[in-house]
């Protein structure tokens, strides 16, 4: 168990920057979570970890040790691939011992490690078993078995539910989750999937183009996003421009283009934000915190889509300058039709200021 | 605990050098090193002596005077030999692949099998057979004869006609392989949508059938075309001198080594020519794979009278194709010099087999050819496993370079191949650490491993291509060494490209004839030239046997790799 510090990291490949001046501090046993679209550096980020990449500036960190230049062979991770990378030449027991073998340990003892962690991901039975026996689910169990029975001081993992189907990727998820609690390793997981990241992670890393967004807890990113992309990119929410009309103690009142009011409070915008009268600001509201019927930040205006979930009824509500994604929980209500007038509110706490 | 810094500072360094862009230069020299030694530089040599004499061009102009056409007509027949060859061979692959793919007849299962027999032929054992059975005094046309009472053989293969029988005999092949996959992976709802669409059979044809199997036609013939201009064993035994491998062996059997050299760079030119217009086509052609779940269904032969047909010619066809291989085994036991005018061999005996492992003399070629062929083989994958894997792994500057330096020995001719190290190792050279190694032992085990140099490589770096790179990564992740994963995960997954390479490269060298019959040294006889050797002494027997033991060899070889590649497919993921 070690921490990983990230020092003014940049990786170019060729003309290209995959990673711009990156800083870092992974703090030992923490289960940390690399998020953002493709192409946004979050592999390249794991593979410099890893040391399959070498950075072209900056400096890796292990505990205090530098690492910048060691071979990926020499770092003691363990990493679970996207596709898996088993050995298809051996069987589910040889996979797990190789990492064993390497470090030139007793037979008696590889055994034993092998067992525990076979029981460990629920593999008891298949030791045996040749990779191509396996379902997707149970590769990606002896991929994370073979990463976890040299004990490594940190956990790599690569998109690792991304090849399964949407109810095995929910179990996985809950599995990797209580083995990485049990073993208290500390956890790198990349993911495109925000879902994913909000529920694993003690703290989330967005990226987008090879520069950090935003480092915070679950929490700190959906309800507190720096900037337009986490709060786009994270969850669903419906972005719209104003300018700053006035600032009342707590109370920030701010106007769209064609003079629509919004009031929200001070403390529900992003620290990057300065708050000057005049500024240009983004408001986020999240389809869920928008509500039937007048009251606080009453809107009225006209349906153009409606789909019932069964949870929930989504609306799509048309304004003359923006449209508004709304979510409304299913309490057996009427459902309205495309082209009604539909009255709204939103709570002054719901609301939320961004900057750019 | 801390390092002692000057450790530290060592570990440092090495590490640097390890990640610096350029280290991967360093580990690829050896590989432009051995293809610079012993391709490169003979070719060069050879180039160097075609232009010394008075004139620097004198032997070219020589070549092209029309005073003494000897060599222009050489350059001739060799073209017109090829292209008569492609045309052949083309109309009996591509017929042979639409009968065996879409029709259903008597026999087809057995036709099936014995179509690729050619290919289990080493070229001078496949030249031999058919000598014997079509040539002068063959058996075929002394049959005719002495049925009809007639006072001459009424026709017999020699000249020309008989090269380009031989060459329809062993290249068809090409065609049937390429053209047999293409129709395989043809859609037949296609010709079935051009008929409902009201397309004539002869349409259907032209409009459908025959552009959707060009690409393949097309390779075919480029390769084939290149074969046959190399081909050398067939105008030899023929005795067609005038074509271009011919005018090389008698240049240099007559010591004008200048004018060897410079008719080998004009083939070598026509050569590389083919090369590059084929790697070419094979990179521009696309393969349209647009019908999923193809099912090819045979039509049967219904008619009474078609079914007789098709059946007497399946039976001719399988005659043909098995009576080479037959006839050798039947000389095989016949007693040498006992067979002189009669249609069969009168005297049998088992005495040349038992001579092939008893006799120190006879068995003496046979373990030359093991040991030379070995040697170059172990060469061959040596050199094919690594520049497969810096093919496929490493990245840098001049890997187009690498591939061509690689394909460039197989496209020459083997006379060529050998008219260049003669130019290149008859005197003492670095390369050959300092000796002289034409009539040495190792000059035919360098001949060998340059001829096959493409072999191991192409199989394994296709295998490695197959190899995801993330299975190497993970290995690493678990602290292998580059060494340790190498052995553990690399090779064992490649392995079967491996071994189809080397097992092919083995054979290859143990009937290597062309080239070998200008380098060897009278110490160490390859198999090859032994069989020639023999048959100018009239040991039919011998040389036949030595024969059905490089087909029995060959068809090992091609039963392990059968069984490789259905073993491989059961255990891929």
């Known amino acids: 168990m070690k921490s990983v510090k990230i020092e003014n990291v940049s990786k170019q490949f060729g003309q290209v920057h995959g990673v711009k001046d990156l800083n870092l501090t992974i703090k030992a046993g923490e289960f940390f979570t690399f998020l953002g679209p493709s192409g946004c550096g979050k592999t390249t980020t794991l593979r410099m970890i890893a040391g399959f990449y070498y950075p072209t500036e900056g400096k890796v960190l292990f505990d205090d040790r530098d690492v910048t230049l060691l071979q990926p062979n020499k770092r003691n991770i363990g990493m679970v691939f996207q596709n898996y990378a088993l050995f298809p030449h051996m069987t589910v027991d040889e996979n797990i011992a190789f990492g064993l073998q390497v470090r030139k340990l007793s037979k008696t003892e590889i055994t034993q490690k092998v067992d525990r962690i076979r029981g460990l991901v629920h593999l008891e039975q298949y030791g045996r078993r040749k990779i191509n026996e396996l379902s997707g689910g149970q590769q990606q169990r002896v991929a994370l078995a073979r990463a976890l029975v040299i004990e490594p001081d940190i956990l790599l993992l690569d998109e690792p539910l991304s090849n399964l189907d949407a109810k095995l990727r929910e179990e996985t998820r809950i599995e990797i989750k209580r083995i990485q609690t049990e073993l208290g390793v500390t956890t790198i997981y990349v993911t495109h999937d925000q879902m994913e990241a909000m529920a694993m992670s003690d703290r989330i890393m967005v990226m987008e183009q090879g520069i950090i967004k935003q480092i915070g807890t679950p929490q700190e990113i959906y309800n507190r996003p720096l900037n337009r992309f986490v709060a786009d990119f994270i969850g669903e929410t419906n972005l719209i421009e104003a300018t700053i009309e006035s600032i009342n103690g707590d109370d920030i009142q701010a106007k769209t283009v064609n003079g629509l009011n919004f009031i929200g409070r001070k403390q529900h915008s992003s620290p990057t934000l300065t708050h000057m009268i005049g500024d240009k600001v983004f408001i986020s509201i999240r389809p869920e915190s928008v509500n039937l019927g007048p009251g606080e930040n009453k809107l009225i205006g006209k349906i153009s889509f409606v789909e019932f979930t069964g949870i929930s009824v989504n609306y799509i509500v048309d304004f003359t300058e923006f449209s508004l994604k709304v979510m409304i929980i299913n309490t057996n209500g009427q459902l309205k039709q495309i082209g009604e007038d539909i009255t709204l509110h939103i709570a002054q706490d719901s609301l939320y200021f961004l900057g750019e | ?573």
């Open chain 2, 1 to 573: 605990m801390e390092k002692p810094p000057v450790d530290s500072y060592q570990d440092n360094a090495w590490v640097r050098l390890t990640q610096s862009k350029w280290f991967v230069y360093i580990l690829i020299s050896p590989l432009f090193l051995v293809l610079f030694a012993y391709v490169v530089y003979p070719f060069y040599q050879t180039f160097i002596q075609s232009f010394t004499g008075d004139d620097a061009l004198s032997h070219y102009k020589k070549f092209f005077s029309l005073a003494s056409p000897a060599n222009l007509e050489a350059l001739w027949t060799s073209l017109y030999i090829s292209i008569i060859s492609v045309i052949c061979c083309a109309i009996v692959g591509v017929t042979m692949a639409f009968l065996l793919e879409r029709y259903d007849f008597p026999g087809r299962r057995l036709l099936a099998i014995l179509v690729l027999v050619p290919m289990a032929l080493p070229p001078l054992v496949g030249v031999l057979s058919f000598t014997f059975l079509y040539g002068d005094s063959g058996i075929f046309p002394r049959a005719l004869q002495h049925l009809f009472g007639l006072d001459q053989v009424p026709f017999s293969l020699n000249g020309i006609m008989g090269v380009i029988v031989v060459h329809t005999f062993t290249m068809y092949t090409y065609f049937y392989l390429t053209a047999s996959a293409a129709i395989k992976g043809l859609d037949p709802s296609l010709e079935e949508a051009a008929t409902s669409l009201g397309a004539g059979r002869i349409r259907v044809w032209t409009k459908v059938i025959l552009p959707m199997l060009t690409p393949s036609i097309v390779a075919s013939a480029l390769l084939v075309f290149m074969i046959s201009m190399a081909s050398y064993t067939a105008p030899l035994m023929f005795g067609v001198e005038r074509t271009m491998t011919m005018q090389i062996y008698l240049s240099r059997t007559n010591g004008n080594l200048e004018m060897a050299a410079t008719q080998s760079m004009i083939l070598s030119f026509v050569s590389i020519t083919f090369l590059i217009i084929m790697r070419w086509y094979q990179n521009r052609r696309n393969y349209q794979n647009l019908s999923k779940g193809i099912s090819v269904h045979r039509s049967e032969v219904s008619s009474k009278g078609m079914k007789i047909l098709a059946t007497i010619a399946s039976f001719v066809g399988t005659l043909i194709l098995i009576l080479p291989i037959l006839v050798l085994i039947l000389i095989s036991f016949s007693v040498d010099g006992a067979w002189k005018t009669q249609i069969l061999p009168t005297d049998y005996t088992i005495d040349h087999y038992i001579a092939l492992f008893t006799d120190e003399r006879t068995w003496r070629p046979i373990w030359n050819s093991i040991q030379m062929g070995v040697v170059a083989t172990l060469g061959n994958i040596l050199f094919g496993v690594a520049a497969a894997y810096a093919m496929v792994r490493l990245n840098f500057k001049g890997k187009t370079l690498l591939d061509i330096l690689i394909m460039v020995p197989w496209a020459l001719p083997g006379t060529v191949v050998a008219v260049n190290l003669i130019a290149a190792f008859s005197t003492e050279n670095i390369f050959a650490f300092n000796q002289v190694l034409i009539g040495t032992f190792w000059i035919l085990p360098l001949a060998y491993f340059i001829r096959h140099l493409p072999l191991v490589f192409r199989s394994t770096s296709a295998s490695l291509v197959q190899l995801d790179q993330s299975i190497e990564e993970a290995a690493r992740s678990l602290g292998a060494t580059w060494l340790y994963t190498f052995r553990r995960i690399v090779i064992p997954l490649t392995f079967t490209g491996i071994l189809a390479g080397t097992l092919l490269a083995l054979v290859q060298s143990l009937g290597e004839f062309v080239a070998s019959i200008l380098i060897y040294s009278s110490s160490t006889i390859p198999l090859s030239v032994a069989i020639f050797q023999k048959l100018y002494a009239f040991k039919f027997g011998t040389a036949c046997a030595y024969g059905v033991l490089q087909i029995c060899l060959i068809l090992i070889v091609l039963i392990i790799s059968e069984k490789l590649s259905k073993g491989s497919a059961g255990s891929a993921i």
